[in-house]
């Protein structure tokens, strides 16, 4: 892992780790990634996650988790 010179962060990490990192199922984590995807805040790469926009990120995540 880390920062790239555009500063976007690389995190080397599988989504069955990642799943279990965050207590969620791995189908659930992937939409959320895949949909953080289509709106240009992350990168998916093979067992890899590049976050472009780390404080869109950190805005989408409060919202979600305030739901719960």
């Given at each position: 892992?880390?920062?790239?010179?555009?500063?976007?962060?690389?995190?080397?990490?599988?989504l069955n780790d990642l799943a279990g990192l965050a207590g969620v199922?791995?189908?659930y984590l992937y939409k959320l990634?895949?949909?953080?995807?289509?709106?240009?805040?992350?990168?998916?790469?093979?067992h890899s996650i590049r976050i472009?926009?780390?404080?869109?990120?950190k805005t989408i995540s409060k919202n979600l988790f305030q739901l719960y």
């Open positions: 892992y880390g920062f790239k010179k555009d500063n976007s962060l690389v995190i080397d990490i599988t199922a791995r189908t990634l895949i949909e953080f995807s289509k709106k240009k805040v992350i990168e998916l790469q093979n472009l926009n780390p404080e869109q990120l």
